[in-house]
């Protein structure tokens, strides 16, 4: 059972470029959560995804990005035209259920860093 | 609102002591999940612990150990006989059901618990 797997690790960019980030969850895990972690703060959810339908997403996840999920498998987080303020480390979780509140397990993270 | 204060930033402990992470949560309904991560340098947040807030019953595991008071409105985290692989930050989070369908979490801030050899 492999865990979550997030690629990039790490991506560098000048302001206004375009990025994406891919998030593999669990096999069989029907939601998956996108979440950003500002330094010495704790995660900030994003969006969620329950199978291939995108049903929340924060105030936080603003016109610039978008989040899709095709076939209710793998997940991609674009951000356009990127800013000094998106420097982040976007996180990536999922777990199984659709009533339970079961754990969430994260992948190691995409940092992002903005030039 | 929900919200979760973890209020020890930082915390340095000699190796073999015991440390105790303190969470305090906000949260207007009656039933919530709460989580204990570590997230390591490596940077993966690690599960530790869920707990539902009918279930006031403490847990043990280990070397850690976790204290739930409805009460007080806190969930605090002991560990026992530090050991230096402790090292890391700790979070607290919340998860309320009946504020969000998508269960999101909340976290609090972390507290980065060093522990020295």
């Known amino acids: 059972d492999t865990g979550v797997s997030q690629n990039p690790r790490h991506k560098i960019t000048k302001r206004g470029q375009n990025v994406t980030f891919r998030c593999d969850p669990i096999?069989?895990?029907?939601?998956l959560y996108w979440y950003r972690q500002t330094l010495g703060q704790g995660p900030e959810f994003l969006t969620y995804?329950?199978?291939?339908?995108?049903?929340?997403k924060s105030r936080l996840l603003s016109d610039r990005f978008s989040a899709e999920r095709p076939k209710g498998s793998f997940s991609t987080l674009e951000i356009q035209r990127t800013e000094q303020g998106d420097s982040a480390m976007y996180l990536c979780?999922?777990?199984?259920?659709?009533?339970?509140?079961?754990?969430?397990?994260f992948g190691d993270g995409t940092r992002l860093s903005i030039l | 609102a929900q919200k979760v204060t973890q209020a020890q930033t930082e915390i340095s402990v000699v190796e073999k002591e015991d440390v105790t992470l303190d969470c305090v949560y906000e949260?207007?309904?009656?039933?919530?999940?709460l989580f204990w991560y570590k997230q390591p340098p490596s940077g993966e947040l690690v599960f530790l612990i869920r707990?539902?807030?009918?279930?006031?019953q403490n847990e043990i595991s280990g070397r850690y150990s976790w204290n739930f008071q409805k009460s007080t409105s806190s969930f605090n985290f002991t560990i026992t006989a530090s050991q230096v692989v402790d090292s890391a930050v700790y979070f607290c989070?919340?998860?309320?059901?009946?504020?969000?369908?998508?269960?999101?979490?909340?976290f609090g801030t972390g507290t980065r618990l060093t522990v020295i050899p």
């Open positions: 707990r539902n807030s009918f279930d006031e």
């Open positions: 995804f329950q199978n291939e339908a995108q049903l929340e």
């Open positions: 979780a999922s777990s199984l259920g659709r009533y339970s509140n079961q754990p969430q397990h």
């Open positions: 096999s069989e895990h029907n939601r």
């Open positions: 989070a919340l998860s309320d059901p009946n504020q969000t369908g998508a269960n999101n979490l909340f």
């Open positions: 949260t207007r309904d009656t039933t919530y999940y």
